[in-house]
């Protein structure tokens, strides 16, 4: 739930009040008197309603946002400092990992983050950079992570190209932990080409219930390939 800061905004809650036009009557005219009396009291249940309904409601608010700041305060966001873009959010065994862009002029390598709770988190510095993959030469990023068979692949896009002549794509590296080191495991992209229009960047790999593996990618255009 939002909550604006601007000095302008204000939280405006209304209160529907039925208001009765009561015609005038004679000081002798006994039924209209009954019937003032009795809009009278109606009148006086109804501000006492309101009044109920105002108070619960101003208690509703204020825990909603008793709770709305203690949530912000425990969650601590940002998890944690830096410049970083595009989380691959994974689970391996009983730890929680992070894989994210280093978002930067010089994108070159990437970082990964774990965490047994969701609070405290351990940084893994440079899993894997250009040094390693050595066709990657203008950044890297979006990556993508799953495990098979005891090993940890990392997928990522590299040098973002417009054309099929130009060397980029993307590219998937290995390694036997998730905190790496991991290492190119073709040396080339896996996917170069541009297919339908679209370009082999921002890929998104996972595991279904069958066991089949799929990958999406693509920018505008958006591809899916099942891979082995």
Known sequence: MLFSNHASSKLLINFPVNIKRVPRTSPDDSQSRRDLSKLFRSTKMRVSELKLERGLRSLITISIITFCIS????????????WYADPEGVIYDDKYWIFPTFSSDEQLHFDAFSSPDLANWTMHPRIIDNVEVTWAWKSMWAPSALRK???YYFFFSANAIDEETHLGGIGVAVSDKPEGPYKDLLGKPLINAIANRAQPIDQFVFQDVDGTYYMFYG???LILRIIN
Do not use: E, L, R
Not at 71 to 82: E, M
């Open 149 to 151: 068979d005891g090993k």
């Open 219 to 221: 920018g505008t255009i």
């Open 71 to 82: 949530s912000a305060v425990a969650q601590q966001n940002p998890v944690f400092p830096g």
